[in-house]
Every structure is written in C-alpha cells, then in structure tokens.
C-alpha cells in the first residue's frame, strides 16, 4: 500500500492526533487520503451513515480527510464491558459478546481476514492510507495475537513511525525499548521517529534529537510541541447517552483539523514523510 503506519511507544502518546492532522495535512496538498484502525478497543462510537458503528476517533481522521467515514477504516471493535466480557464489533455490526479468550478462539481468524479485506478496498479507493496502531506493538504476552499493530503493517506492508510521549518523562528509554523487542524484520519497517508533546522551545531538544539518531540509526522527524484541541478523545471517561452519535455531530471540527494541520506542519519534515509514503526511504 501507499502510506504509512503510526504506531506508540505506549497508549495516549498521541497517536489518534497525529493521524488526524496527517490526514488533513496531506488532503490539504491534494491527495486522497484515508485514515485506518485495524482493531479499536473502545465504547466511544458513532454512527455511519448507513448506520453502521466505528470509533469516533477514525470517524473524526475521515473528516479531516475530507472523505466520508466508513467501516472500512475501523473494521473490527472490541467494546469493554463488565466482569471482563467485551462485545465484539465486526463492520459495523454487532457480533457478539464474550471474554478475551474466546475472541482470540473464535474469531482472530476471521479478524485478520476482514482487516485484510479493508485494507485491499482502501488501497483501490485513495492515494495515501494512514494506518493507526493501538497501545504499545510490543506487549510481549499479547504479540503473537496482536491484529493492531506490526501484524498489519505487515498486511499492508507500510512503514512505521514511531511516536513517543515526552510530557510524562521516559521517552529516550521508551523509544530505545521499543525498538530492542522487535523483531530485526519488524524494527527493519521503522523509518521515523516523532517526540510528541513536548513543552518549550523546540530547539532546546537539538542534543536530545541527534542522541537518538545516532543511537537508534533512525531519523526523528519532528519534535512536536503539545496543543490543545477539541477532539474527542477515544478512550476518555464516557456519558453512556453520547454513545453512538451520528457522524455529522463532527462536521463543526474543521478548523480544529486546519490548526492541526498547521501545527504539524510547522514541526515535520514533510519531505521525508512523503518519501517513507512512497516506500522510498532507506531501510535500517
């Protein structure tokens, strides 16, 4: 595919921001371009318009992608309920609800099938498809079934940037770890790292940067400083009547999307992140 991947060192480093700005950020230059999450674990839904169910947080990547949300970019979503039982979400349409043991039994089969059948329609329908990944890709007790991270970049063989949270601390060991429990062949897809959230002048992380890049022989292609925004958040505390909105509840974003975009814009390198798109860039 054409695109690329943006996985975390950890879960809230920001990942569901970047996308929504590259999306905007890369439509605003003339391109489709359309965001995508394998697998989501979240209660915070909305609607499609033809009534199907997917995260709010892809619903909002879409219109700042100017494309119309679809369950194609959110096929499968794991909803969390009590006493660990979780209801299992498949295109949009309710399955079933069971614990975490059964799904991997019944249906990661069926799961890798579906997300590799929506990743091949957005292949066909954009220019560019802006993967998402979920938590941390190196839970090792999780990683052999794990249908949200490198497993699908693997699908869709793109590359990946990597993004760390710098405004709680740990970043530099964050980033080194990650990259140590991969795989060589999975390490090998890692094309770009991205500090996220930082406070400050940017130029005072100038020792920080070049320490990573030459530790890890992989460019930092921005330090992103933090931003407030209005978005909703996937996996914040939920008021059950917001559930499952309609998608045109986030038609009034568009000038959160540009700020977003903007301000990304200003913090990357935007060169090389169309080069890792294209797969030209250099394999480490």
Known sequence: MKGMMIQGTASN??????????CRLFANKGYTVAPFKAQNMSNRTVQTEDGKEISVAQAQQAKAANYTPSVLM????LKPGENHQTKVVFMGEAMRTMDGGDYQQTYYHDARQTIQAALSQLDQAVDFTFLEGAGSPVE????????????????????????ADIDKG?????????????????????KGL????????????ASGRQWLEDYTGIPVLG?????????????G??????????????????????????????YIDVEK????????????
Request: glycine residues 4%.
């Open 13 to 22: 480093v920001g990942k569901s921001l970047f996308t929504t700005a590259l």
């Open 223 to 235: 330090v992103i400083p933090y931003i407030d925004h209005d978005l909703v958040e996937e996996d």
């Open 194 to 205: 991205v500090i996220n959230k930082f406070h400050g002048d940017v130029s005072s992380f």
């Open 237 to 266: 505390m939920i008021d059950v009547s917001t559930l499952e909105a309609h998608t045109s509840d986030l038609t009034d974003k568009d000038a959160t999307y540009e700020k977003l975009a903007g301000h990304l814009e200003a």
């Open 74 to 77: 959110n096929p499968i979503i």
């Open 273 to 284: 992140l169309l080069s890792i798109m294209l797969g030209e860039a250099h394999v480490y």
């Open 170 to 190: 740990g970043a530099f060991a964050s980033i080194v770890g990650t990259l140590a429990l991969f795989t060589q062949k999975e390490r090998n897809r890692v």
């Open 140 to 163: 090792m007790n999780l990683k052999d079934c794990d249908l949200a991270n490198m497993a699908v970049a693997e699908m869709a063989d793109v590359s990946v940037i990597l993004v």
